[in-house]
């Protein structure tokens, strides 16, 4: 990542997605959870739909795979990840629920090697996933009574698991679907899900709720803003970056969430929760070793073949060579 249009989308994204735990956490006050989140869903959806008609997509499911994957992003990756998300964020701070959350990238390449005959699992895998696993619990212990955080945190896990399980099922599937028309299918699908979870669990629905100005500006931030806006930035830095470099959102966003969360709802900052997100972060960097690797080297041997040339040096199709004057006028790589 070393375009400056490339840094500002991806400071872009971790500022959007960041900042969505604070406009989460403004509308738990007064709306319900599931609720809330059955809500945001409605206004991606009715985004996504009204994008995917401008642009004349195809918009019909034609085949079992593109099926499968309206069910398993609709019902996993948003739906149930939603609603232990919004729930679990109704017990912890805002910078909490983004802290736990990133715990998604270390276990999913445990569930993938569970549902994928293709993965392989590697020691750095399983010490990752203990060094992860451990700064969950930093944090969750750290809440005191079994009745708050602890609670909070165990769904936070839950919704990772579930999104990371869903994501890992998705890959069974290629669609036939244009991309805008499979998440608007799947928005849709989760926005159903979710409201009768809501209707099952607590007998909620927007009948019962009572509208404020800040949980209506709430609403329409992480519908427009976090999940439409947000998904458009994710996948422009897809093509562009790559998924290693995406990946590493997970990790910016938290923070953004943590300095809002502090600055404007005015939470703590603590030592556990700092502990807790190092340990997260390092038990990534351990699941992930072989791309970050990769992608370091590689971008170690980018940097030093764009930099500017000394005087005695040339560049032949990418690689930088000293030049020596004498008799014979050589070439000698620079090492």
Known sequence: MTKVEDVLLFGALALVWGTAF???EIGLETLPPLVFAAARLDVAAFIFIGAVLLSRLQWLPRTK???ALILSNGILVIGAHFAFSFIGQSYVTSGIAAIVISFTPIITPIIAIRVLSTERIYITDVI?????????????VAGGSFDGQLIGVGLLVASAVVFA????LTERWTAVLPTMSLHAWSMGTG???LHATAYAYSGASFRDVTWT???AAALIYLG???TAGGFLLYFTLLNRIGATNVSLINYASPVVATIFGAAFLGEQITMATVAGFTLIVIGFALCNIRP????????????GRDRLLERDEVRIQGDVYKTETNSQHSLQPDD
Do not use: E, K, Q
């Open 22 to 24: 604070t406009a989460i």
């Open 65 to 67: 795979a593109d099926l």
């Open 128 to 140: 990752g996933l203990c060094t992860g696993l451990a700064g969950v619990i930093a944090i969750a």
């Open 165 to 168: 399980l869903g994501s890992v």
């Open 191 to 193: 926005a159903i899900f």
């Open 213 to 215: 100005p800040s949980a």
């Open 224 to 226: 427009i803003v976090a």
């Open 292 to 303: 970050l690797w990769r992608l370091t080297r590689s971008s170690w041997n980018r940097s």
